[in-house]
């Protein structure tokens, strides 16, 4: 599987036989999306606009609710969470997408801001590879975060929701998720592109920080 990260909570998954998935396409953050983009299936987690803007891809078809559903080769469970720490009365409803691609279950938390339980990581279950908001504000935080990679323990970790420097959303940088780890357990990736195999993900912990694909 290609993992293609395209800024915000944006993502690209391409499965071996050219499958694609793509989560939360967004507007008006400061930067756009890369143009021409396409995908077989679009994701998205709530209905604001830096999630929703599903006019930007050529798709096949969008989800934007709970259940389960399979494109080929390709299971996507959508799961219920809530968009703040009070039960979504501040911001809402959220989904969180677990997605199955090429034997890796990828899990896309969305705009996740409710405090991390029991009963949502029962609900999350096992995983491989979390796509995690760290930006705070509308989101869990750094401390939140990190607080969830812990509970669901996957394999990898993607920060997503954070502020680049053309950001303009106010959501903090990547850089307080990231200092609450060693060096040597965060991988840098500034081509914004990196492909994971159920044969070379390995089962250690491993910080993967991305910077966007800008075209």
Same mark, same amino acid.
């Given at each position: 599987?290609?993992?293609?990260?395209?800024?915000?909570?944006?993502?690209?998954?391409?499965?071996? !036989?050219?499958?694609?998935?793509?989560? !939360?396409?967004?507007?008006?953050?400061?930067? @756009?999306?890369?143009?021409?983009?396409?995908?077989?299936?679009?994701? $998205?987690?709530?209905?604001?606009? &830096?999630?929703?803007?599903?006019?930007? $891809?050529?798709?096949?078809?969008?989800?934007? *609710?709970?259940?389960?559903?399979?494109?080929?080769?390709?299971?996507?469970?959508?799961?219920?969470?809530?968009?703040?720490?009070?039960?979504?009365?501040?911001?809402?409803?959220?989904?969180?997408? *677990?997605?199955?691609? !090429?034997?890796?279950?990828?899990?896309?938390?969305?705009?996740?801001? @409710?405090?991390?339980?029991? #009963?949502?990581? @029962?609900?999350?279950?096992?995983?491989? $590879?979390?796509?995690?908001?760290?930006?705070?504000?509308?989101? $869990?935080?750094? #401390?939140?975060? /990190? %607080?969830? %990679? !812990?509970?669901?323990?996957? /394999?990898?970790?993607?920060?997503?929701?954070?502020?680049?420097?053309?950001?303009?959303?106010?959501? +903090?940088? %990547? +850089?307080?998720?990231?200092?609450?780890?060693? #060096? &040597? #357990?965060?991988?840098?990736?500034?081509?914004? @592109?990196? %492909?994971?195999?159920?044969?070379?993900?390995?089962?250690? /912990?491993?910080?993967?920080?991305?910077?966007?694909?800008?075209?």
């Amino acid at each position: 599987m290609k993992i293609r990260y395209l800024g915000h909570s944006c993502f690209q998954l391409i499965a071996e !036989d050219g499958t694609c998935i793509l989560t !939360d396409p967004y507007t008006k953050v400061g930067y @756009e999306l890369p143009k021409g983009l396409w995908a077989d299936v679009v994701t $998205v987690s709530h209905g604001h606009f &830096d999630h929703n803007c599903v006019q930007a $891809v050529q798709s096949g078809a969008v989800i934007a *609710k709970t259940g389960e559903y399979r494109y080929k080769n390709v299971k996507i469970v959508g799961i219920d969470s809530w968009h703040d720490e009070k039960q979504g009365t501040l911001r809402g409803g959220n989904i969180i997408y *677990k997605i199955k691609i !090429d034997g890796i279950t990828v899990c896309h938390l969305g705009d996740l801001g @409710e405090p991390c339980s029991a #009963e949502l990581i @029962e609900k999350i279950g096992s995983v491989d $590879v979390l796509l995690l908001p760290v930006g705070g504000t509308y989101t $869990v935080d750094a #401390e939140e975060a /990190k %607080a969830y %990679a !812990d509970a669901i323990a996957p /394999k990898k970790i993607i920060p997503m929701h954070y502020k680049p420097m053309d950001g303009t959303i106010d959501i +903090t940088a %990547a +850089t307080p998720f990231l200092a609450l780890y060693n #060096e &040597d #357990e965060i991988a840098r990736v500034p081509s914004g @592109e990196t %492909a994971i195999t159920s044969e070379t993900i390995g089962d250690g /912990k491993q910080i993967i920080y991305m910077e966007r694909v800008k075209s």
